[in-house]
């Protein structure tokens, strides 16, 4: 029997400190297009997300003077409100003599728990991961009876169809966190129709509620109708709905075989010990392994949902420990986890022998023990994160009149569609993601918001390059404003310096005065959000390192060194740095862009470091070169490392 009071409250605690401390912006990766499509009441990525659309554009209208607010607020709430199935989760695998205690103690250590940083970053943006993951634990807490033997057929009906409306309705959130916890959940279901005798019975009742779950995606086909907001895919016709629910866009990253997968499960596992997470998943199985007699079966349900979703993160080419959203995926896995620990303290409390207080203290340090990964709770700025925004309205603001701007990184365009879409910015402005330049939906909503721009031959196929080119020529009186210089120089524009973007065609022709601008604007974000706020270090890095990289390509070392080292922390510049009055002695930079040993998901301040320090070198200052390398070796960039190795 849960404690309602207790979950209630630590609930609300949590939830004031998740909103508090989360975005009131736009941020990065796809929280750009999530509040498009919710604030718009549009359709986003595949495979759609209408139940966060739905919920989001109600939010939305409800903080109407600040819609953003409303839509991150989707993100944390759902995430405080789990806690609530997590703690009756941790009761239900309590004995019924200790079930009091644990309805008292589960849900203030689940609160101490999802203070780490794991459980607030996916609360903290614009994301569907931590509603998906409410539905997930709530379902998980209707159907765990199910797992003990002999139930009554009416309750095993009952609970397997609630189970199934609440996992349909995960799926209408993000599908791979309901089949993780369908399949997770099926071994007790399946079990407890057999004690039933009535087995077809059961499973009928589970589709029938996952139908019912999913009823919310009979928006896709109202909204694929209208033709004044952002609908993903352009779902037109049978093919194109069969391509956007099957999600063979993103086919090309499932490619990758058995010991690949396994190669990046074993990564990740590695990075839970780092991040204290590993102690806490392994409390977590021993918390199902040693429920109550008749729930001792339930142990297979933890495996199964953390086993799951961990190879459905893995199973992936494009793979790097920083994305963020792998935390959104493994949520149900940490909050079972948690409540499994949970459970496993009210057992140790109620015991007599002399190691079980011991056994406590323990539980109780494994659990709060995440709140010193960085970024601890006292060092979060994401409420101050206006970085995304910051970028592109900087990007626009430098943009001529009825510019076009060729975007390639992911993480970002979504912040452009957002802000002409919805705050009506600089309409002027023709904004093509280079990414989806290969998808005719694409082409045909940037032709409908900007009617006066020749369209592209979407008949005629070759490379999206080829495309994007002769779409250029056609519209050869509009100024070009390219993100990338190597894409820039793919599609045979002739390139200067400019600011975040670099200027081509004409635009050339004039000196730009842009430069300290942009190293300022980076240098100040950096500065006001440091570590605080996940990826906008390392986009800040990846922006400037792209920016400094093309500035030296350029012939512009002096401004290259500048930009690179507006990227970097103070705290991690080099003891000796480089004199400033020498540097444009460097000679251009003819070598491609490095390919770096060290992954990471967007930049490294390390490589900034490192590239600075060559362009030292290639002013004459060896000594301050010197420098610069030892500082990147110092953040253990291996390029730096091997570099001091060979010094010596």
Known sequence: MLNRHAAWLASACLGAYYALSSSSDLSLYDSGELALAAVQLGLGH???????TLLGHVLSRITASAPLIGVNLLSALPAALTLLPAARIATQLTAA???????????????LFALHESMWEPASRVEVYTLANLFALWAVACALPLFAPRREPREVLRRTALAGVLLGLCASCNPVIAVAAGLALAPGIIRAGLHARALLQTLAMAVLGGVLGLLPYLYLPLIAARDDVLVWGGLKDTASYVRYLTLRDYARNQTLGFFGTLEHAAAWLGWSVEHLLMPVLILGFGGFSGARARLHFSRVLFVVAFAVVLAMISFNVGWDLEVPDYNGYLGIAYWLAAAG???????????????????????????????FSPPTPWSRTRSADRLARSLAEQVLAEAPPGAILISDADYFAGTFFYLQEVERKRLDVVVLAFGLSGSSWHWQRLHALHPEIKPVDLTK???RTLRVRQWLADNSAHPVLVERLPLARALELRTCAGGLYFWTGA?????????????QLLASQLARLGRGSPSAAGAIA?????VGLGLWSLGQPEAAHGILMAGVPKSMWPAKLADSGRLARAQQLLAPEPNWSRRVAL????????????????????QAAQSYVQAAASLRLPEAELMLTKAR
């Open 97 to 111: 003599e200790h079930r009091a205690r644990a309805a008292l103690w589960a849900p203030w250590l689940l609160l």
């Open 46 to 52: 595949p495979p759609g997300q209408p139940l966060h």
């Open 542 to 546: 990846e922006v400037s390192e792209r």
């Open 461 to 463: 196929r070759g490379h």
């Open 603 to 622: 930049g490294d301040p390390a490589r900034n470091l490192f590239l600075a320090g060559a362009v030292a070198a290639a002013s004459g200052q060896a």
């Open 507 to 519: 635009l050339c022709d004039a000196p730009s005065t842009l430069m300290p601008a942009t190293a």
């Open 341 to 371: 620990a949970a459970a496993l303290f009210a057992r140790c409390a109620a015991s007599r022998q002399p190691w079980a207080r011991a056994a406590c203290a323990a539980i109780v340090l494994c659990l709060g023990a995440g709140i």
